[in-house]
């Protein structure tokens, strides 16, 4: 293994000192490659992202309320999602590179795993939301109405996860293997009817009952049973890649659970500790006032939003450079992965500039009360501080380190800054320091500061490129 690995090394050594003398070709089947996979992926993020602008925004009218106990409410939807982000994203790195080489057999034996662990884990989280929802949401707040409007929003959320877990499974195969279009698609007619039910239900139009926050959640679980099952019909009638038949989804041997779990349960146990440390910085803002929660939850809507392509760039390079490592052509990877860190770093800059310039109109966009506007704003300014080093760690450890296998020390670096050193600054900053939202949150971003450093020296030693495939 090691033998191997340093043979990489020393090929990429010699073809970075050799004549580029068809480096205008590769450049061009690169971009080409990048635009086809990146800009699907990036208009379904934008459409997304703006769903939960428009939610937010409806639910941000009826009360601070009603906006704090929702953003409390999807804190449990965070984690899971996470945990869901982790087995996909983790089972993405094995079905990118065996698509290298098309092996349909074994990318249905990689859904098969990726399901079974995303219904279990779902299945948890939906019952925590149906049965015991006051509980859940005493854990991200003591404000009473928070509590009470939060509680009645799981109580519906939580019949979309385990449809949500399914979806989340195939999307990523399907991404994988180069069909970015077709989730796109449907992921948009599900957006527009979600936001039509929003509009119908959170206020009582075309003769319905108003039911605020529980009409957003009833809208968000017809919207997603909808993009389930449209997603699930295509991709069979299609037969597509992942239209795989019960048999195939089972067909799982121990040598292979074992090549899975291997790769894929430090991506797992990656998202879980930095969702639960994620959880710990929304722990302390839910203890400062409905106000900061309010404004938390609305600065994490608008990151979103501005982020869609950042986080497509991310996505689309795992499936880039893992294709390639598939293809056991390792000369190209490294190459691949430095045109990347250029290209999120001139982006990164552009939307830092463009997010504090519009800090002001954005905070001033939702109707709220107008301390919670200026929290908003003031978080958004530091958020644009930060937005090129975020970029560049959603690079490095979810498009380059996870393509390549080096998992481990993904988990240990992205773990690492979020409980070692921004966690107990987090902590110190809102409970003995007693700072306002602004400084706490920039010190919850210091986790960022902390991983770009070590992230790139790791993307530059090469260590991170290994063909998962043909290992023993």
């Not at 005493?138 to 949500?164: D, H, K, M, V």
Request: hydrophobic letters at 55%.
């Amino acid at each position: 293994m090691k033998k191997r690995k340093n043979k990489i090394i020393e090929e990429i050594k010699i073809i970075e000192n050799a004549s580029h003398a068809s480096d205008i070709d590769v450049r061009r089947h690169f971009y080409a490659k990048l635009f086809a996979i990146a800009m699907p992926m990036a208009l379904q993020n934008l459409v997304t992202s703006s769903l939960n602008l428009i939610d937010t925004f409806m639910i941000s009218s009826l009360s601070t309320a009603s906006i704090a106990g929702v953003t409390a409410a999807n804190k449990l939807f965070f984690i899971l999602f996470l945990f869901l982000f982790g087995i996909s994203s983790g089972s993405s790195i094995l079905t990118a590179q065996y698509w290298g080489v098309k092996d349909v057999k074994n990318i249905r034996r990689v859904l098969g795993i990726c399901l079974m662990l995303g219904i279990s884990g779902a299945f948890l989280f939906t019952t925590a939301a149906l049965f015991v929802p006051e509980m859940v949401m005493r854990i991200f707040t003591n404000q009473p109405g928070a509590i009470s409007e939060g509680a009645s929003y799981l109580r519906i959320i939580g019949f979309s996860y385990i449809p949500t877990s399914i979806t989340f499974a195939y999307v990523f195969i399907l991404r994988s293997t180069g069909n970015v279009k077709l989730p796109m698609k449907i992921s948009i007619i599900a957006i527009i009817l979600n936001t039509f039910l929003n509009w119908v239900l959170i206020y009582g139009n075309l003769g319905a009952p108003a039911l605020g926050v529980s009409g957003a959640a009833i809208a968000t679980v017809i919207a997603r049973g909808l993009e389930f099952a449209l997603l699930m019909g295509i991709i069979y009638r299609n037969n597509e890649v992942a239209a795989a038949r019960l048999n195939e989804l089972l067909d799982i041997n121990k040598i292979f659970f074992a090549k899975y779990i291997k790769t894929v349960l430090p991506v797992i146990f990656n998202e879980l500790i930095w969702a639960v440390g994620v959880t710990m910085y929304d722990l302390v803002y839910g203890r400062m006032g409905e106000s900061v929660m309010a404004a938390m939850g609305i600065t994490k809507t608008i990151e979103q939003m501005t982020f869609f392509f950042i986080y497509s760039l991310g996505n689309a390079s795992g499936v880039i450079l893992g294709n390639q490592m598939g293809t056991g052509d390792m000369t190209q990877v490294f190459y691949y992965a430095k045109k990347l860190v250029k290209i999120m770093v001139i982006i990164g800059l552009s939307m830092s500039v463009i997010l504090f310039l519009a800090s002001g109109p954005l905070a001033n966009f939702f109707q709220v009360e107008p301390l919670v506007a200026t929290y908003i704003q003031n978080c958004i300014r530091v958020l644009a501080v930060v937005t090129v080093i975020k970029g560049l760690n959603m690079l490095i450890i979810v498009g380059i380190l996870r393509s390549g296998g080096d998992t481990t020390f993904a988990m240990y670096l992205d773990g690492g800054a979020v409980w070692l050193v921004a966690v107990p600054l987090v902590f110190l900053g809102g409970f003995v320091w007693k700072l306002e939202i602004q400084y706490v949150y920039m010190l919850a971003l210091t986790e960022e500061v902390v991983k770009v450093s070590i992230g790139l020296y790791r993307v530059w030693s090469k260590k991170w490129i290994n063909n998962l495939i043909f290992e023993d």
